[in-house]
């Protein structure tokens, strides 16, 4: 590691998914992430999928070589097949220099164990979380991992998360001892578990904070002090998930061990999905700022996601951003025109073409990167004010429009749980008169900007191949479409609800010329993508099933306030 640097753990983390190939997984992905790795200084390549060690691992203690052969002999290839593709990888980055990381969520298991230990399914419905078995599983499966990738410099894990495969977080066994367990012990137990056997190998153990509230976090990295000092925590930027307009994760600087690490999203899962440019390079800085003067000494960069097949920022302009990572983490205080200009110089994708579609990026020449600098600044304020409702996010992670009232209001208020972080946030979307005036003309003024998005950037004169300037005069009109389509959602959930708050006529009308306006849109969206042959990804986003659905619940809860007819 690079003392004279400002960060000295720099991470270029991947995601996986064992139902398709993603970024982790294809070699064209691992060389590209190791060339830029190299050419930005990164030195911490990160494999994150949620159950990898269920797909590196059948514990030879519970899984007899002759048993997995017999009972199970093609999940064992596929289990062998995995080790030796992470082995190489592992080797691959030692070779330059670089170091592997796994990242999971735990406590995850192999489901075939629950046919070689049924007591684990306590009340026979629910496998039990607090099952003493748990203990030595983990054990046993982080020692024999540790000796089968012996190059792997560590493991990454959220632990208890409400996305892991059994979680006392989610309380779905009701046995005795579930109802009484202490969470505080859980997640002692849990992590002493994989701190041993790792650190018996030389092997880092990073605790990863992915709490849904301020009482889930406190737990986790509590945990981590009754474990060892060194283990490491690492924090999100922001507290629950990463969402730029939120306030900084307020644990940064607040840890009971020696290192503490942060993640960014670089690929912005939360801020347009990587498809609609949105460039943090600014707020990075300023989070880094942060982050250094909080004793933070590792700060990772996320670049796809697990659950979006064939995407990552290698075919995204949000590319910007592992530019700005690699060279903020190096030294935090510099100019940052220079950072977009070395991307540009690099080269900028296809947006609209899939990750394993991608041509050789496209560089901008000199005389064109102020434009597209200033294209970029000026997309992330249209990010701000469409997908996000006064700094609440408005999509619930899948960059999907709602698919109802309650799912918008659900997202906002709830899965965000901003309100805990920043007591009091949730009034800024109560449906008031006041604040419903607000947010109309926020997302007003996301229309106004993302229609001036082409002047700015001027797709014609970029010089750069006809393909590419095609693509990208298709996906600025795609970009309007999205914003206006967000813009639509939120005037008819939010006007419904301030109808149904006053119950006046006046607003009960408005709300139903917003549920025509969505009508409209719903039309009109269908119709501009008949025919058309993007990527899945872009209909995802446009989901008409979606649309439908919201139409039809905004309908009923305008019937509901229709008043009663006549009486016959």
């Known amino acids: 590691m690079d003392g004279s640097a400002d960060f000295a753990v720099r991470g270029f983390e991947f995601h996986g998914n064992d139902?398709?190939?993603?970024?982790?997984?294809?070699?064209?992905?691992?060389?590209?992430?190791?060339?830029l790795m190299q050419e930005l200084g990164l030195n911490t390549l990160i494999f994150h999928q949620n159950d990898l060690t269920d797909w590196a691992e059948l514990p030879r203690a519970y899984f007899a070589p002759a048993v997995r052969r017999a009972r199970w002999p093609v999940r064992a290839a596929q289990v062998e097949n995995g080790r030796s593709h992470l082995n190489e990888a592992a080797r691959r980055a030692a070779a330059r220099g670089l170091r592997l990381f796994l990242e999971v969520k735990e406590m995850s298991y192999?489901?075939?164990l629950i046919e070689l230990h049924p007591e684990l399914m306590v009340e026979g419905t629910a496998v039990c979380p607090t099952h003493p078995f748990w203990w030595e599983f983990q054990r046993q499966k982080y020692r024999e991992l540790a000796a089968d990738i012996p190059q792997l410099a560590g493991v990454i894990v959220s632990a208890g998360t409400?996305?892991?495969k059994l979680s006392l977080a989610v309380q779905s066994c009701t046995c005795e001892r579930c109802r009484t367990y202490s969470p505080a012990v859980w997640y002692a137990n849990l992590l002493h578990s994989l701190f041993e056997p790792l650190q018996a190998a030389g092997k880092t153990l990073v605790v990863r904070d992915f709490a849904y509230s301020r009482a889930e976090q406190n737990l986790v990295v509590n945990a981590c002090?009754?474990?060892?000092?060194?283990?490491?925590?690492?924090?999100?930027i922001t507290p629950h998930d990463f969402y730029p307009p939120f306030p900084d994760n307020p644990r940064i600087g607040h840890v009971p061990v020696r290192r503490q690490w942060v993640e960014?999203?670089?690929?912005?899962?939360?801020?347009?999905?990587?498809?609609?440019?949105?460039?943090v390079v600014e707020d990075m800085q300023r989070r880094l700022r942060h982050a250094r003067a909080s004793g933070v000494d590792g700060v990772t960069f996320r670049v796809d996601l697990e659950f979006m097949s064939d995407t990552s920022v290698l075919n995204s302009w949000n590319l910007v951003n592992v530019f700005a990572g690699g060279r903020l983490s190096q030294r935090v205080e510099q100019p940052l025109d220079p950072i977009y200009d070395e991307w540009m110089a690099y080269g900028v994708a296809n947006p609209l073409a899939a990750e394993s579609e991608q041509r050789a990026p496209a560089p901008i020449s000199p005389a064109q990167r102020a434009r597209v600098r200033a294209f970029m600044r000026a997309s992330w304020q249209?990010?701000?004010?469409?997908?996000?409702?006064?700094?609440?996010?408005?999509?619930?992670?899948?960059?999907?429009?709602?698919?109802?009232?309650?799912?918008?209001?659900?997202t906002m208020l709830v899965f965000?749980?901003?309100?805990?972080?920043e007591p009091g946030a949730n009034r800024r979307v109560e449906p008031t008169e006041e604040n419903v005036r607000a947010i109309l003309d926020e997302?007003?003024?996301?229309?106004?900007?993302?229609?001036?998005?082409?002047?700015?950037?001027?797709?014609?004169t970029l010089g750069v191949p006809p393909p590419l300037r095609a693509a990208l005069a298709d996906l600025l009109d795609l970009y309007q479409w999205y914003v206006r389509g967000l813009a639509r959602c939120t005037a008819a959930c939010f006007l419904v609800k301030l109808a149904e708050r006053s119950r006046r006529p006046a607003d009960v009308a408005r709300a139903g010329r917003a549920a025509d306006g969505l009508d409209a849109f719903r039309r009109q969206a269908a119709a501009r993508l008949q025919g058309t042959f993007y990527p899945h990804f872009v209909y995802w986003y446009f989901d008409a099933d979606y649309l439908r659905r919201l139409s039809e619940d905004v309908r009923a809860h305008l019937a509901r306030l229709a008043p009663p007819g006549p009486l016959a």
């Open 19 to 35: 139902r398709f190939q993603t970024g982790m997984w294809r070699w064209r992905s691992i060389d590209r992430a190791f060339g």
């Open 110 to 112: 192999p489901d075939e």
């Open 162 to 164: 409400r996305e892991s």
């Open 225 to 236: 002090a009754q474990v060892s000092p060194e283990v490491v925590v690492a924090l999100k």
């Open 264 to 279: 960014f999203d670089a690929w912005c899962q939360f801020s347009g999905m990587g498809f609609y440019p949105a460039s």
């Open 382 to 410: 249209v990010i701000a004010k469409s997908l996000y409702v006064r700094g609440f996010n408005f999509t619930d992670g899948t960059g999907q429009y709602p698919f109802s009232i309650d799912h918008a209001f659900f």
């Open 416 to 421: 965000q749980g901003r309100n805990d972080w």
């Open 443 to 460: 997302k007003d003024a996301a229309e106004r900007e993302v229609a001036a998005l082409p002047g700015i950037l001027q797709v014609e």
